[in-house]
């Protein structure tokens, strides 16, 4: 299995990027898809999550209203775009593949990409 992140960058406050994750090596349609963010001296934090069909979505609650993840199955691909970008969002991007445990906000996913960077600037 691999997640491979793109899309992240150096953006000014107020701006905009637009993440891409795809996947290979899974039956991406039937899995669960999240994306998480750590910064640095930070613990991992829940970004968002979509379901299998892309019906359902969930956000933490420090992206809500700014942040949207979508998912095209033909491509094996989930995205979030980002809107109205905070220095405070700056962190590694991770994607995450088939989740087994817990709720929709927490972790407990099998696979995991590896990473891409966002910096907002002030």
């Known amino acids: 299995v691999q997640l491979q992140a793109s899309g992240g960058g150096l953006v000014q406050a107020g701006g905009s990027l637009r993440l891409s994750c795809a996947a290979s090596g899974l039956p991406f349609s039937s899995v669960v898809m999240g994306w998480f963010r750590q910064a640095p001296g930070k613990e991992q934090e829940f970004v968002a999550a979509i379901s299998r069909s892309g019906g359902s979505t969930y956000y933490g609650d420090s992206v809500k209203g700014r942040f949207t993840i979508s998912r095209d199955n033909a491509k094996n691909t989930v995205y979030v775009q980002m809107n109205s970008l905070k220095p405070e969002d700056t962190a590694v991007y991770y994607c995450?593949?088939?989740?087994?445990?817990?709720?929709?906000?927490?972790?407990?996913?099998?696979?995991w990409g590896q990473g891409t960077q966002v910096t907002v600037s002030s």
């Open positions: 995450a593949a088939d989740k087994y445990r817990g709720s929709w906000y927490q972790s407990g996913y099998n696979y």
